[in-house]
């Protein structure tokens, strides 16, 4: 039995963690759906897993000044630390238009405020997905070794890669669906979706235009490590 605790927290850790981040955070995009007092519990939630998932991962920032800088880890640490500022704008901003659990510190109506962090929101989630893109081969390795998932068998490769496309089409189908591109350049839209008519598949939609950057990511990282080995040989 103390064998397997180990491995249990590392899987807490690595894979429930940050899907009860990703969970939270699409909930938070329902506010219309889950009203205030709701919608600012969930963001609190968020924001206390992130706070968990920096310390278990305080080793990175501690090696953040060592070891030379080359184009693949500058590319990295950039793509980190924006969603960083992006969540930092996001903690700010949702603080300072609170109506309920902070509405002490809230600033008066503030609109620009309320802009940004709806903005900040919809870029979080591009984050969010690239993110997990930039990480999908530890997910995998660690989903290999630790629940013995047969990866390599060629019916599960072919499995996984027509439903990597079918979710891909999904993706662009919901960024449509969405105007997530609208949201992304500061612009305004007044299409908002009807949760009196359907609920599920907004949560669908969003989780997949989440699946976009991170498909995007995580094959640009698996053909940037192709063309190494290429060239190795």
């Not at 870029?123 to 070794?145: E, F, P, T």
Request: proline share 3%; charged share 10%; glycine share 6%.
């Amino acid at each position: 039995m103390r064998r397997g605790r180990p491995g249990t927290s590392v899987l807490r850790r690595r894979l429930l963690l940050p899907a009860a981040m990703a969970a939270s955070l699409l909930l938070g995009l329902a506010y219309w759906w889950l009203g205030n007092l709701a919608h600012e519990i969930t963001g609190l939630a968020l924001f206390v897993l992130l706070g968990w998932h920096v310390a278990f991962n305080r080793s990175w920032f501690r090696n953040l000044f060592r070891g030379p800088y080359g184009l693949k880890r500058t590319l990295v640490v950039a793509m980190h630390l924006a969603l960083i500022v992006n969540m930092a704008v996001l903690l700010v901003t949702g603080i300072a238009i609170s109506q309920s659990l902070f509405a002490l510190l809230a600033l008066p109506d503030s609109v620009t405020a309320r802009e940004v962090h709806w903005f900040s929101a919809y870029w979080a989630m591009i984050a969010v997905g690239s993110h997990i893109g930039l990480h999908w081969q530890r997910v995998l390795n660690l989903a290999q070794n630790r629940l013995a998932i047969p990866l390599e068998r060629p019916a599960v490769v072919i499995g996984a890669r027509i439903a990597v496309i079918a979710l891909a089409a999904c993706g662009v189908r919901s960024f449509a669906v969405l105007g997530v591109w609208t949201r992304l350049t500061f612009g305004y839209s007044l299409d908002f979706w009807d949760f009196t008519a359907s609920v599920t598949p907004f949560f669908a939609h969003w989780a997949a235009v989440v699946a976009l950057p991170a498909i995007a990511v995580h094959y640009l990282v698996t053909t940037k490590r192709a063309g190494r080995r290429s060239s190795a040989w």
